[in-house]
């Protein structure tokens, strides 16, 4: 016999019926079982060499006995998938680290605290408090939802059947997914977890034919208003039905963004949800109720909450209330004009209201009697008082 390694164990190479074969001679002081092994493969036989050589080492000799025992039948498990022993016991391993990782990393709610803290204290890009609120809101909302849960447990189809798991309108659950995108997008950027398990959701939307106030409506809005216990609110509604406003944008507002001598308002960048600044010239219609609200200063109440203060004067009205009407009546209505007064096109439309093409398009009902558009853009301080 030829040796091949010298070692303990040592490894001899012979001939037999023509094959050449490798055996393994396990012979030492104390062992108990199979005394050789034989191979048909150098690299096999010489592996195994080496981890008995390294596992006596470690071990003792008596070791030996155990883990020869079970090397066969674990090997014969391994191949019966197309596997070998050790590429088992690296899949093991692989699958080990994994879990202490996913051990190491913080828990989704504690993760969630720490991204509502950067967003409120990011100073490299500033939200206003609206956003804060909201981030504030939902970011609790998957504390409490994912308790106990580490990030890099989500996979898609977890986000899938959460959302799938609410029972709300597809809008909301838009929403949600876009805010839980954030945070996921938050965890890739601190290194929590390598993907965002949002990405390639969609979520089809259908949309419900667009509310908007008639005329004797807006017009009950204007003369409420026009009473003193509701003055200071005659402001807050002008300029949503006469310049399609966004209510929190109003809210924002003073007079120095109106300016009447040259008939134009200027929403800056500060004031402005996309945070473009924009710049549009008032109806004469808008320019005629500023003209008659000059005297009430300030221009939106500093103090109180603008949404119930907008509620105290809703909750007189007969007529139900709806979200985001009074914006969707300005635009129904603006886009009913004539051309030669900007209506008729979308592009005007969402350059005054601060939105794209597609938005623009979804806030007005569509075609409306002439009149009917002659009689709302009519409505006038003048008109009502008499």
């Not at 490798?22 to 199979?34: A, E």
């Not at 019966?80 to 692989?94: H, I, P």
């Not at 490299?124 to 909302?141: A, F």
Request: glycine share 6%; charged share 30%; hydrophobic share 30%.
């Amino acid at each position: 016999m030829k040796p091949i390694r010298t070692e303990y164990p040592k490894v001899r190479q012979y001939v037999k019926s023509g094959n050449t074969y490798y055996r393994v001679d396990l012979r030492r002081k104390g062992l108990i079982g199979p005394k050789t092994k034989n191979f048909s493969s150098r690299t096999d036989a010489l592996d195994y060499a080496r981890k008995i050589g390294e596992q006596v080492a470690q071990t003792g000799i008596k070791s030996i006995a155990q883990v020869d025992g079970k090397y066969a039948d674990w090997q014969a498990s391994c191949a019966v998938y197309g596997k070998t022993l050790d590429q088992a016991v690296e899949l093991a391993l692989t699958h080990w680290a994994l879990e202490q990782h996913q051990s190491k990393t913080p828990l989704m709610e504690q993760l969630c605290k720490d991204w509502i803290y950067d967003k409120m204290h990011d100073t490299l890009k500033p939200l206003r408090e609206r956003s804060l609120q909201s981030i504030q809101t939902t970011g609790n909302k998957f504390a409490r939802d994912f308790e106990g849960k580490h990030v890099t447990d989500f996979k898609r189809e977890d986000v899938e059947d959460y959302l799938n798991g609410m029972e709300a309108s597809n809008q909301y659950k838009k929403n949600i997914k876009n805010y839980l995108g954030q945070f996921f997008n938050w965890c890739v950027r601190k290194g929590h977890c390598d993907k965002n398990p949002c990405e390639d959701i969609v979520i089809s939307v259908v949309h419900d034919e667009v509310e908007f106030y008639k005329v004797e409506q807006v017009k009950t809005m204007l003369q409420t208003c026009m009473q003193p216990e509701h003055k200071h609110m005659l402001p807050y509604f002008v300029l949503g039905l006469f310049g399609g406003i966004r209510p929190q944008e109003i809210e924002r507002m003073t007079w120095e963004n109106i300016h009447m001598e040259d008939k134009y308002i200027q929403l800056p960048i500060g004031i402005t949800k996309t945070k473009k600044s924009r710049t549009f010239d008032m109806p004469d219609t808008l320019y005629r109720w500023l003209d008659y609200c000059k005297d009430i200063k300030p221009l939106i109440p500093e103090r109180g909450n603008p949404k119930k203060l907008r509620q105290a004067v809703s909750d007189t009205f007969e007529f139900k209330w709806l979200a985001d009407g009074i914006r969707h009546t300005f635009a129904t209505y603006y886009y009913a004009q004539p051309k030669e007064k900007g209506g008729k096109s979308l592009d005007i439309l969402r350059s005054i209201m601060g939105n794209t093409i597609g938005i623009a398009e979804r806030f007005y009902k569509g075609a409306i009697p002439q009149a009917e558009t002659e009689l709302y853009w009519n409505i006038t301080p003048e008109s009502l008082n008499k």
